[in-house]
């Protein structure tokens, strides 16, 4: 079993920034080879995902956070980031970080019945 905890979500201006964490706990020996996204979900919307990381340190993005988002992975934390600046009234939605835990992941795409694992979310708002 892997625990996922997201944090640092929060109210901005447009044009802020902020990062988000997740840590992973539990069975977490080969979180260097788990695949990681971050999702959010805008009121009313489905659930999208924004970006993800893979065990070769890949990564991918949605169009919509290209140039604005970066995703990084800490192996010795078990933490997992994204650094969100420029931020768009657009962006706001709870955001949820999911693991993948297929060894020596390659990611794949943002597949949600792939992940395994999800946390709680944490809710970022965007004020224009």
């Known amino acids: 079993q892997v625990f996922l905890v997201e944090s640092g979500g929060g109210s901005v201006q447009a044009g802020g920034s902020l990062r988000l964490s997740c840590a992973a706990s539990?069975?977490?020996?080969?979180?260097?080879?788990?695949?990681m996204g971050w999702f959010r979900q805008a009121p009313g919307k489905e659930r999208e995902g924004v970006a993800g990381?893979?065990?070769?340190?890949?990564?991918s993005y949605a169009d919509s956070v290209k140039g604005r988002f970066t995703i990084s992975k800490d192996n010795a934390k078990r933490t997992l980031y994204l650094q969100m600046n420029s931020l768009k009234p657009e962006d706001t939605g709870m955001y949820y970080c999911?693991?993948?835990?297929?060894?020596?992941?390659?990611?794949?795409?943002?597949?949600?019945?792939?992940?395994?694992?999800w946390g709680q979310g944490s809710q970022v708002t965007v004020s224009s």
């Open positions: 999911a693991a993948r835990t297929d060894y020596a992941c390659q990611w794949i795409g943002f597949e949600e019945n792939a992940f395994n694992y």
């Open positions: 539990g069975y977490t020996g080969s979180y260097p080879t788990f695949c």
């Open positions: 990381i893979d065990s070769t340190g890949t990564t």
